[in-house]
């Protein structure tokens, strides 16, 4: 059974010595559906006047016109995403299918995150390139030169991966991971399905030409680029977006178009291919808003970086921003099936707020859904329910929801009076 809740927040209006708290906002309840809603409308004008004014302006950044979302003759496929709020800003053709080339390697990387934290391979540990591999890959393409028999640690390939794009370090990661190229794609394709990326597919670890095996869509890399910097934050700042990479007395800098010329700009990766064009995923943190895009299929390197650039600028310039919750705040409740406690709070694991296109006051509505009651035993920190996000003129957003505690399974005693309670309610 889908149950829906919610409880009332006290939102919080910025001020000058921090955040203080608001007045709770009026809530609907609908008996029909189960559904309770807030009408923010008034509330969420006040939240955009207020963070407009008491907003920090450095005079580098201050407010600057607002670009054009870039022709689609320059991206014919976009999109723009609020890490924040779960909100989609823009988006062009972004469930077309087209070939990655080297953004395959961000799939790398994530699969190898995944089994870092899983303790199935660690930073330090090396792996060869055998003479097989370095017959086909040594040199080829963009390339960290490792040479026949090195031996060479897991940092030295991801770094090597994610700044240079380096075909020859994703073979060698792959086999020593995995034990071959074949296992390593079933890794990225099983990694893809978990995610929710149901219009990729992978053939390879480093995306080089294979007659159209390996595609994605500009969604799914969405999913990708989020899952990577929410589920392995401190990775991702370790080999993720670092301006040049130095290995074997050889320096290259990375060819990302944002990082050092974006405020903000931290990743993540480019692609090209004759075959794809030229395509990339970006993101960039501003004031504590994330805003990660994808593009491809531009002509040129030059019109792409102008284009990703001008873009993301639109993300942050075109959008006032309305805080809501801080990571950690509990923002409902969901009941609990045959646990030591019969609901548990909901968190997010990180701070919400609504993009509002600029000087709009739109209606707002919020949902918690999950599927329920949840039976017990629950973990503190396992993802349980989503926070549903409706403005006015826009799509709906979700956000993945946190059981704010451990609740345990109930022993007899407990059962007995969780029955005695639902009974009399």
């Known amino acids: 059974m889908l149950w829906r809740g919610y409880t009332a927040p006290s939102l919080a209006i910025p001020g000058r010595n921090g955040y203080s708290s608001g007045r709770l906002v009026k809530l609907r309840r609908s008996r029909a559906f189960g559904i309770v809603e807030s009408d923010l409308r008034f509330f969420a004008g006040i939240v955009a006047m207020l963070a407009l004014m008491m907003a920090p302006q450095s005079a580098a950044y201050a407010r600057q016109p607002v670009p054009d979302i870039p022709d689609e003759a320059d991206l014919p496929i976009a999109i723009l995403y609020d890490a924040g709020s779960g909100q989609i800003l823009h988006q062009r053709n972004a469930d077309r299918r087209f070939m990655p080339a080297s953004i395959t390697k961000l799939m790398s990387a994530y699969v190898a995150f995944e089994l870092i934290d899983a303790g199935v391979i660690e930073p330090r540990q090396r792996f060869t390139m055998r003479p097989a591999t370095f017959a086909e890959w040594g040199g080829k393409g963009s390339t960290m030169f490792l ?37 390593w794609a079933a890794l990225m394709n099983q990694n893809a399905r978990n995610l929710g990326m149901m219009n990729s597919h992978f053939a390879s670890p480093n995306g080089w030409m294979d007659e159209g095996q390996t595609f994605t869509t500009g969604h799914d890399l969405i999913r990708l680029a989020d899952a990577m910097i929410r ?157 549903e996000i409706e403005v006015e003129g826009m799509g709906a957003s979700r956000i993945p929801l946190q059981a704010a505690d451990n609740v345990t399974k109930a022993n007899a005693f407990e059962r007995v009076l969780g029955g005695i309670a639902g009974w009399i309610s």
């Open 147 to 183: 040479q026949n028999n090195a031996h060479v640690s897991v940092a030295s390939l991801l770094r090597g991966i994610t700044t240079v794009s380096a075909n020859d370090g994703a073979i060698v990661l792959a086999e020593g991971a995995s034990g071959s190229v074949a296992s």
């Open 231 to 387: 589920r392995h934050p401190a990775l991702y700042h370790t080999y993720i977006g670092r301006p040049e990479f130095h290995f074997g007395g050889i320096t290259q800098h990375n060819r990302d178009p944002m990082i050092g010329r974006f405020q903000g700009a931290d990743g993540i990766k480019t692609g090209f291919t004759n075959e794809a064009g030229f395509g990339y995923v970006g993101s960039a943190i501003r004031n504590g808003r994330r805003l990660i895009m994808v593009v491809a299929g531009a002509d040129s390197a030059r019109l792409r970086n102008k284009a990703a650039r001008d873009y993301m600028e639109w993300g942050f310039s075109a959008f006032d921003v309305l805080p809501f919750y801080g990571a950690g705040d509990v923002i409902g409740v969901a009941r609990v099936q045959d646990g030591s406690r019969r609901e548990v709070g909901l968190v997010a694991d990180h701070s919400i707020h609504i993009s509002a296109p600029q000087g709009t006051r739109p209606h707002v509505t919020m949902r918690i859904n999950y599927d329920g009651p949840i039976r017990a035993p629950i973990a503190k920190g396992e993802t349980v329910a989503e926070l």
